[in-house]
């Protein structure tokens, strides 16, 4: 409507605006490096190489990527269907109790080409129906699924701790986790994909489940471009009075929009539990679930973008490990400072260097 | 030159505006007199709207100048063009549905951190601009709930409680009934006399010769004619907007009737405040036939198509359609009605009958998305859809031709052709059809009730709600006038005009 709602060239939205953004928020994590007297162009090289330096931080970078894919898909397909979905992180949480129940009952009878496949299941559907209680009660009962699904998240938490120590602990373990999956339910690691091809790359959690997201991310492009459900979820997004006009059922839209979220979610299960745990843990969604509303923020809610923006947040949590671990003066919490940043300039501030790059083309144009 | 831009209350110079490749404003010239009223016609798509979001800073115009009070200005946004004391009234609302009137009114001028001081001062000035132009509305009332003509009365009030010098409305009238468009009318005048500037867009000759001083004509983006309204008439306007001689009476067959295709009995509508929204509606139509159904906005027609057509259930009564019988115990859904082959055409274009965020070829098959060939095996055809969706405009004359256009960046007439290609493309057994025309060019209006009459002669039951007694004159075969949720009467074309219906229409007569 007003002047900033300009439209720009479709590549500049798409390219060069977040570009700008990211660009800012380095900019501003260069001051604040500065000031707690670290020179900010070695902190930067130090992150760049943390991340992509080497084939073993590739693979790291690839490996939390994959679980960025999992929760911004989430968010972005609720997202489509104008339902903000802040509980990714309990629904991927979830989502690991049921791989992890579905493998502990099975690994010992069954092939890896039946455990696997059953586990990746269990996770989606453990995820969807964690999805499908608040969606329920927004759909019948009017409760906000916002504030739902943020209380979920604690629910899942508190129920996964309460499992975890009394209920699937490893017998004689004194640390709360179940014990170890048997072979059968290894989700193969990369390394050991490309070495059967003949490729050597240096050991990482990167594991065969990043094949399983970007399935994922082809799956939710046809789904809500080319299906006619996917359609009428955009609809409902929208404008819910244009889809109860063509017949779409807005609570049964609503169940369908929010179980698809849980189940993607649920990804980040399979490539933790199956890919690099081999055990059910405590707290292996930790973070994922909330950074994934970033991730599909900046993303746009396209598929691609996501994956864009997964690999973006993906090297800053592995560039950000190594960053910290060189640098003793800059901390964990200086690396989420980094991220949360990130996620300021393209999230909240995302339209910020949108009148310059419009007076750039404007004077060009 | 020098004193003619001084008691020139708008002049625009050579505006020029590109959206992408659709020129939608070439080099377009005007003044507007102080203190007169000025109409701009011309076909959907000519320009109008885009003009005058240009004069009211809600776009940037490529190239041209803007003088206000023959002083050149800067209009960046509907802030300065407000603080030049300019008004305008959007073809498309723009309240906040979850907010009262009263709070929508105050948008942008609440008045002080507190909104009490506000709401109070706007409370008082409602009631004297109410009881001054005639305008009423419930100060309380949720927009959402408000008919379609209640929320533009809001829209309209919204602009005077501005106290707006310079006034632009953008088809004001398009869902006002005759008596309250000769109201409106009233106010322009009014305005006017007291030294207000009002710019009109309106597809209505009608209005056009009966309150302006000066008309402007657009055709494809340029300013064409400007005429003195004592020196021109309606056929004169039409040949200049539409550039071809237009026909305005519509000869048609008398209807040969079939079967009941669609009977409502005893239906009654309460909703969950206890409000009684339909009473008792019993009425049929015939394969073959148009039904018209006249009311003033607001007395349950809204209701009635929302019922009919499956949206709402009813809480009383039943509706047999193509066969299938519906009541509360037996609801039905849109896509089910569909399915028995009754199409509607919602009033309400933009909240209902698209999506404008959607490019215009997924719009064409809103309601048939999981139909062939649109989807076959769970998967849509995307080829499929822009070829079809190309086919509609084709035959409609939508223009642009652009199936790759998102709906929103459609003139308001052009949309509503899409919809209408949409719901009767598929040659339904019952059509609903909420405000055919509303909004819509001359040259369009003779070809949309031309379709309808086609339709209708090809074996259509249509069923037509219209606030326009003429548009109900011309089209139906058979005519029922709502008032209060209730049929308080029922004519056959023949028989009826417009001062018998207007009165029906305000209750005067129970049938
Ligand atoms: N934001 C936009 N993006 C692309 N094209 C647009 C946009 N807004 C308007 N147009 C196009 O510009 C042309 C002029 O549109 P405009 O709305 O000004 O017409 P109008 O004269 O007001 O018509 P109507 O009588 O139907 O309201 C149309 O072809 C329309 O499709
Ligand atoms: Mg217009």
Avoid at chain 1, 42 to 59: D, Q, R
Avoid at chain 1, 113 to 129: N, R
Avoid at chain 1, 272 to 283: A, I, K, M, P
Avoid at chain 2, 17 to 24: D, E
Wanted: with cysteine; net charge negative; charged share 20%.
């Amino acid at each position: 409507m007003s002047a900033s709602r300009r439209p720009l060239p479709g590549w500049v939205e798409i390219g060069l605006l977040p570009l700008a953004n990211i660009a800012m928020a380095f900019l501003l994590v260069g001051v604040i490096v500065e000031v707690i007297g670290v020179d900010p162009l070695h902190a930067l090289k130090l992150l760049v190489l943390g991340a992509v330096g080497s084939s073993e931080a590739i693979g790291y970078t690839l490996y939390y990527a994959t679980n960025f894919i999992f929760t911004g898909l989430a968010v972005a397909v609720a997202f489509h269907a104008g339902l903000f979905n802040i509980g990714g992180e309990g629904q991927a949480y979830i989502g690991g109790l049921g791989c992890g129940l579905a493998v502990l009952a099975l690994d010992r009878y069954l092939p890896p080409l039946l455990v696997i496949p059953l586990a990746i299941l269990a996770s989606a559907a453990f995820g969807a129906a964690w999805a499908a209680i608040p969606a329920w009660m927004q759909a019948w009962r009017g409760s906000h699924i916002v504030i739902t699904t943020i209380m979920f998240n604690f629910v899942a938490s508190a129920l996964m701790v309460y499992l975890m120590v009394n209920v699937l602990i490893a017998p004689g373990s004194m640390t709360p986790q179940s014990r170890g999956f048997a072979a059968s339910a290894a989700v193969p690691s990369m390394q050991a994909a490309l070495q059967w091809i003949g490729i050597a790359v240096a050991p990482s959690a990167l594991n065969l489940s990043l094949l399983l997201a970007l399935l994922a991310c082809v799956g939710v492009w046809i789904f809500l471009w080319h299906t006619p459900w996917g359609y009428g979820l955009r609809t409902m997004g929208h404008n819910p009075e244009a889809a109860v006009y063509a017949g779409t059922n807005l609570k049964r839209m609503t169940m369908l929009a929010m179980c698809l979220s849980g189940a993607l979610a649920g990804g980040v299960a399979v490539n933790e539990l199956l890919g690099v745990h081999h055990r059910l843990v405590l707290d292996f969604a930790a973070g994922y679930g909330f950074t994934g509303i970033a991730v599909a923020l900046m993303g746009r809610g396209h598929p691609l973008g996501i994956v864009l923006a997964a690999l973006l947040f993906g090297a800053l949590q592995q560039g950000g490990a190594e960053l910290a671990f060189e640098i003793p003066a800059i901390t964990r919490e200086m690396v989420v400072v980094i991220q949360g940043l990130v996620i300021l300039f393209s999230g909240a501030l995302v339209h910020l260097p949108r009148p310059w790059l419009q007076a750039l083309f404007a004077r060009r144009g | 030159m020098q004193e003619l831009t001084a008691d020139a209350a708008i002049e625009l110079r050579g505006i020029d505006k590109s959206f992408g490749s659709v020129h939608a404003v070439r080099g377009a010239s005007l003044r507007v007199e102080r203190g007169s009223i000025t109409g701009i016609v011309g076909e959907n798509g000519a320009g109008k709207s885009t003009l005058m979001s240009i004069l009211y800073g809600l776009y940037r115009a490529d190239a041209g100048e803007i003088l206000i009070e023959g002083r050149p200005v800067e209009m960046a946004s509907p802030r300065d063009a407000i603080g030049h004391g300019i008004g305008m009234v959007h073809q498309h609302f723009m309240l906040v549905d979850s907010f009262t009137v009263l709070e929508n009114l105050i948008l942008g001028a609440e008045g002080g951190a507190l909104l009490a001081g506000g709401l109070a001062a706007a409370r008082t000035e409602l009631a004297r601009l109410a009881g001054e132009y005639g305008l009423a509305v419930d100060p309380d009332a949720r927009v959402a709930d408000l008919s379609v003509g209640e929320q533009q009365r809001v829209e309209i009030l919204k602009v005077l409680l501005r106290g707006a010098r310079i006034l632009i409305l953008d088809e004001p009238s398009a869902v006002l009934t005759p008596q309250e468009t000769d109201r409106l009318l009233q106010i322009l005048r009014l305005l006017r006399d007291r030294g207000v500037t009002v710019v009109l867009i309106t597809h209505k000759l009608r209005e056009i010769l009966a309150v302006t001083d000066k008309v402007i004509v657009m055709r494809r983006g340029e300013v064409v004619a400007e005429r003195r309204t004592a020196e021109t008439d309606a056929q004169d306007l039409a040949e200049l907007m539409v550039g071809r001689t237009v026909r305005f009476d519509l000869d048609k067959a008398p209807a040969r009737e079939g079967e009941t295709m669609l009977a409502a009995r005893h239906l009654s509508l309460v909703d969950g405040r206890g409000v009684r929204l339909l009473d008792d509606i019993s009425l049929e139509v015939r394969a073959g036939e148009i039904v018209g159904i006249a009311g003033v906005s607001g007395n349950g027609q809204t209701e009635l198509l929302q019922v009919l057509s499956g949206i709402r259930p009813p809480t009383g009564g039943e509706i047999e359609a193509c066969g299938r019988r519906v009541d509360a115990a037996h609801p039905v859904d849109p896509a089910e009605m569909r399915d028995l082959g009754v199409a509607h055409v919602p009033e309400d274009r933009l909240r209902q009958g698209l999506v404008p965020a959607f490019l215009a070829s997924e719009t064409s098959i809103l309601g048939y998305q999981d139909r062939e060939p649109f989807c076959h095996n769970y998967l849509m055809d995307g080829p499929a859809v822009g070829r079809y969706c190309a086919d509609l405009m084709e035959r409609f004359d939508v223009r642009p031709r652009a199936p790759g256009l998102r709906s929103s960046n459609f003139s308001g007439g052009n949309q509503q052709k899409l919809i209408l290609a949409r719901e009767m493309a598929r040659n339904p057994k019952v059509l609903l059809v909420g405000q055919p025309t509303r909004g819509v060019d001359i040259g369009a209006i003779e070809f949309i009730r031309r379709e309808l009459i086609k339709s209708r002669d090809a074996g259509c039951a249509v069923l037509v709600v219209s606030v326009e007694l003429e548009e109900i004159l011309s089209l139906a075969d058979r005519i029922l006038v709502m008032f209060g949720g209730r049929i308080v009467g029922e004519v056959a074309a023949g028989e009826a005009d417009e001062r018998m219906l207007g009165l029906m229409m305000a209750g005067a007569r129970a049938a």
